[in-house]
C-alpha cells in the first residue's frame, strides 16, 4: 500500500504543474515532448512524486519561487519506493530458479519474465540483483554462505503480481534436491532438469511422472516432453557410496492444453461501438488472459484491451483485422485474427451499364453497376415506371420491358446496408423499340371461281413500324400465299371447296407484331350451265349478311328465273321473267333472315347454274 498526497488543502494551479511531471514520468507518452527526469522506470509512484518536484522546478509557471515551494512542500509519498502502480489487470510471473544454495556456492540459478526486477536479500539487505530474460536462465553472482542461512528471492514486474519464496543454504550432507527449466509448460513442451543435490552424490536416478523418457540416469537429464495435460510428480534419487537419500516433488510439472482463440463480433455503422464476444476453447484448461488488437492505430491508446468482451467505436468505416490472443493458465498461448467490417451510410453507385437498344415486351435484359462503397444490397429504379419491370437487388438486374411502352426510358440503383441509402447513381438511358402494330385487316375478293380465277391478290394499309409484312392463309390446302410488304398473293388450289381466310401482320428486328383481322374468302367451282354453254354468274360479297349482288351474263338474249332456296330447297326469294341481254346486274335482300347455307338458282332454257351462298350477320 502506498500513497501521494498533500498535507494539508490547496487549490493551487501549480498543483497542476507537479502532477503534469508526476504523470510523464510515469507515462512517458503523458507529455511526448518532455524527457522525464529523473529518467522514467514505469509507474512507480515514489519515483514519478520525486520527478514531479524536479519537473514544477524547471517550468517557468508559474515564475513566482514562492509558490513552488508551497507546492514542494505539500506533497509527500507514503510508501515503499519501489512501489507499483497497477493499471492493468495484473497477471502471475513465471519464475524458476534453484530450490536450494549450497554452503559456500558463489552461484544461484533463476529465469523470470522479461524485464522483471530479481533481488535476493538476506536479513533485509540485498545480496544480489538481476532483471529477467523470460525464458533463458540468469546465473547470479551471490557471496558464499552458511548452512541455514535463508534467502528471500523478490521478483517484481509492472502489472504482475509479486513473487516471493525462499531459498534455504544447505551443508554438505547428502540430500536430493533439483531444479527444472520451467514447471508450468503446454502440451508437446519439453523441460530440462538440473541436479542440486547436496553432498555430491555418484549416481542419479530420475523418475518422471508422465513424461518421455519416464526416467534417466544421466546428472541433468534434458528434453523430457509432457504430451497430455495434467499436474506430475517427479522424483530424484541420489547415492554416494552407501547413503541414499531421495526428493520427492508431487504435482511438480504442470502441463496445461493450448486453448483454441476465437471471437464474434456485431457489425456497426462508424461511430457506434462495436461489441466482442470471446468464444475460445479453453480446450481443459482455463483461459486466464484476454489481449486484443482492434487493428485501429488511429483509435491511439484504445486499440488494445485485456478484456474478456471489450467494446471498441473504430475510428473510422471500413475493414479491420482484428487479432485476439488467449492465454491457458497463464502459459499456453493461442490467436486468431479476422476481419471486422465497419460501415458507413453506402457512397454514390456507379451508373449502371446495359444494352443502349432493347425491344418492347422483351424480357431478362441485364443490367449491371460496378457498386457503391459499403453497400450491402441495392434497390433499382426504372423510369417511367410504365416502362417495365426491373428485378435485383444485387450489382445485377434484369429489366422486362412493357409490352405497351416504347420510348426513351432510364435506369438508375442506389446501395444499401443497416446504416441506410446511399444516394442514386447517374442514370442509363435506353431506347426501347416498339413492336409493330396490329396489321390493317387485308381488302380483295370475297369469293373466287376457281373455274375462272388461279390467283388473287389481297392488300393491307399497313402496320405502324413494320418493316416488312408475313402473309398467311387458312386452311393451307387453300391454296399457297406470297409476298413480304403490303400486297399478298394467293395461288388457289384448284380442288378446295369453301371458306378460306387471309391474315396479315407486321415484323420489324423486334420481332412480329399481332396478326390482322380474318380476310375471309369463300372459294367455289360452279356446276351446271358453264360460261362455255353462253351463260355465267357471280355472287358478291359472299359470305354476306343477307344483302349480296348478281351478275349473269349470257352469250345471247335469254330469260331466266331466280332463285334462293334454304338448305331445306324451300324458297326464300323468287323472281320470274328475267330478261338478259349479254350483262344483268342484281341486288338481292333477303332481310332478316338467320345464318346458315343458301342456294342462288338461276334457271333458262339454256340450262341451270347453281351457286353456294353464306349468310353470317
Known amino acids: ?100 544454495i549450497q554452503e559456500g556456492s558463489t552461484v544461484f540459478n533463476i529465469s523470470a519474465n522479461q524485464d522483471a526486477l530479481i533481488a535476493l536479500t538476506v536479513n533485509d539487505s540485498i545480496i544480489a540483483t538481476a532483471t529477467g530474460q523470460g525464458s533463458t536462465p540468469i546465473v547470479m553472482t551471490i557471496p558464499g554462505m552458511t548452512a541455514g542461512t535463508q534467502v528471500l528471492v523478490t521478483v517484481t514486474l509492472q502489472n504482475y503480481f509479486r513473487y516471493s519464496d525462499v531459498v534455504p543454504v544447505v551443508g554438505n550432507t547428502l540430500m536430493a534436491d533439483f531444479s527444472s527449466s520451467a514447471t508450468q509448460i503446454c502440451t508437446g513442451s519439453s523441460v530440462d532438469f538440473t541436479d542440486l543435490s547436496g553432498g555430491t552424490p555418484s549416481t542419479w536416478e530420475w523418475t518422471f511422472e508422465g513424461g518421455t523418457p519416464s526416467s534417466s540416469t544421466d546428472q541433468n537429464p534434458a528434453n523430457i516432453t509432457y504430451s497430455a495435460p495434467g499436474d506430475y510428480t517427479v522424483t530424484l534419487t541420489v547415492t554416494k557410496d552407501s547413503d541414499t537419500n531421495t526428493m520427492v516433488k508431487a504435482s511438480y510439472i504442470h502441463v496445461y492444453p493450448y ?86 451510410i453506402p457512397g454514390v453507385a456507379e451508373t449502371p451499364e446495359g444494352n443502349t437498344e432493347i425491344c418492347q415486351a422483351s424480357t431478362g435484359n441485364a443490367l449491371n453497376t460496378a457498386g457503391a462503397l ?46 441506410g441509402e446511399g444516394p442514386y447513381s447517374g442514370e442509363f438511358s435506353f431506347q426501347i423499340n416498339p413492336l409493330p402494330s396490329v396489321a390493317q385487316q387485308p381488302t380483295g375478293a370475297d369469293s373466287v371461281n376457281l373455274n375462272k380465277i388461279d390467283e388473287s391478290v389481297f392488300s393491307t394499309a399497313g402496320s405502324q413500324n413494320a418493316d416488312s409484312y408475313a402473309w398467311s392463309l387458312d386452311p393451307a390446302g387453300a391454296g399457297t400465299i406470297d409476298g413480304a410488304g403490303t400486297t399478298g398473293t394467293v395461288t388457289w388450289d384448284k380442288s378446295y371447296r369453301g371458306d ?10 423486334c420481332g412480329e407484331g399481332t396478326a390482322s383481322d380474318q380476310k375471309q374468302v369463300y372459294l367455289y367451282a360452279p ?85 353456294k351462298i353464306v349468310v353470317r350477320d
Open 374 to 419: 459499403y453497400a450491402q444490397s441495392y434497390t433499382w429504379e426504372v423510369n417511367p415506371v410504365e416502362a417495365g419491370v426491373i428485378n435485383g437487388t444485387t450489382e445485377s438486374a434484369t429489366f422486362d420491358a412493357s409490352a405497351t411502352y416504347s420510348g426513351q426510358a432510364a435506369i438508375k440503383v442506389k446501395g444499401i446496408n443497416s446504416c
Open 1 to 100: 500500500m502506498g500513497i501521494v498526497c498533500p498535507s494539508e488543502v490547496s487549490y493551487s494551479f501549480v498543483n497542476d504543474t507537479f502532477v503534469w511531471g508526476m504523470f510523464d514520468n510515469m507515462w512517458d507518452d503523458f507529455m511526448p515532448a518532455e524527457i522525464p527526469n529523473p529518467p522514467s522506470r514505469g509507474a512507480l509512484p515514489a519515483f514519478g512524486h520525486a520527478a514531479g518536484k524536479y519537473f514544477l522546478k524547471q517550468s517557468s509557471w508559474p515564475s513566482n519561487p514562492g509558490d513552488k515551494n508551497v507546492t514542494f512542500n505539500l506533497f509527500h509519498m507514503h510508501g515503499d519506493a519501489f512501489l507499483t502502480l497497477y493499471y492493468e489487470v495484473p497477471q502471475q510471473l513465471t519464475v524458476i530458479h534453484d530450490e536450494t
Open 527 to 611: 356446276v351446271g350451265i358453264s360460261d362455255q354453254d353462253g351463260l355465267g354468274i357471280d355472287v358478291y360479297p359472299n359470305p354476306n349478311a343477307g344483302k349480296f349482288s348478281v351478275v349473269i351474263r349470257s352469250a345471247s338474249a335469254a330469260t331466266v328465273g331466280i332463285r334462293v332456296l334454304n338448305s331445306l330447297g324451300m324458297p326464300v326469294f323468287t323472281e320470274t321473267g328475267v330478261k338478259i341481254d349479254s350483262r344483268f346486274t342484281k341486288t338481292i335482300d333477303l332481310g332478316n333472315i338467320s345464318d346458315g347455307i343458301y342456294y342462288l338458282k338461276i334457271e333458262g332454257s339454256q340450262g341451270t347454274l347453281v351457286r
Open 500 to 509: 378460306a381466310f387471309v391474315t396479315v401482320k407486321g415484323i420489324n428486328a
Open 259 to 344: 486453448p483454441v482463440a476465437d471471437f464474434e463480433n456485431t457489425t456497426v455503422c462508424v461511430g457506434s461501438e462495436t461489441s466482442f464476444t470471446d468464444l475460445s476453447d479453453p480446450n481443459g484448461g482455463t483461459v486466464s488472459g484476454w489481449s486484443w488488437d482492434f487493428g485501429d492505430p488511429a483509435s491511439g491508446i484504445n486499440n488494445t484491451s485485456t478484456l474478456q468482451n471489450p467494446t471498441h467505436t473504430f475510428s473510422s468505416a471500413g475493414t479491420f483485422q482484428v487479432t485476439l490472443s488467449v492465454l491457458n493458465n497463464g502459459t499456453c498461448p493461442d490467436g486468431i485474427i479476422k476481419d471486422v467490417v465497419v460501415l458507413d
